[in-house]
């Protein structure tokens, strides 16, 4: 399975989100490749932090960005289980690529108007994507969210703006704005490996992925 992590906006959280997924999956026992294709490069330092300064065994990680990253992934795919895709927040080559190739598209959207209002040309972009790539399905969800989630006006409104899209399924699912995720990154570790575990954030990372893999298996 081929997951792209990708919006239109940077500080939206996707990289979080990328790094967490990895390490969801690794922890089911699955074989993960992770691709930095951001040209910031953030998921490549967070790798070197891991392996530095972490007792966990780095991400297999390759670094690609441009038009020719579909094949390169799609010469690597084949020795792993799941590939993960860190792209940067603009309509670059490089997200237009991975597009081709994916079977998961998932962006995090902060409920606030400057992100909201991408939402749209993300729809595009995965409209014009599918047009090629049949087996594409794209989901967005609530990140860096206030302590109310869905339950509170922003939440609420953000979820009705995002539920509108046309080629994006709206995930009624949230990851707080919360520092464990900013301690986490910047240790080179998922929330999922912090001791003590916070429970929260460890709740709202599994709960959002085990709700993706469900939607993933219904519609295989």
Known sequence: M????GGYKGGSGKT????????????QGKRVLYCDGDDQRTASTFNEVRRDFSDKAPLDLIALSGAKLHVELLRLAGGYDDVVIDVGGTDSTSQRAALAVADIYLSP??????????????????AQAQEVNSKLRAYSFLSRSDTYGLSGAAGQNAAAYLGNL?????LPLVIGNRIVFDRA?????????????DVKATFEVNALFNHLQLLTREKA
């Open 185 to 197: 990154l910047s240790l080179g570790l998922s929330v999922l490996e912090l001791t003590p575990p």
């Open 16 to 27: 979080t989100t990328a790094t967490n997924l990895a390490v969801f999956l690794l922890r």
């Open 109 to 126: 959207f902060p409920p606030r108007a400057a992100d909201l209002w991408t939402s749209q040309k993300v729809d595009d972009l995965i």
């Open 166 to 170: 046309a080629h994006i399924t709206f």
């Open 2 to 5: 081929i997951h792209v992590v």
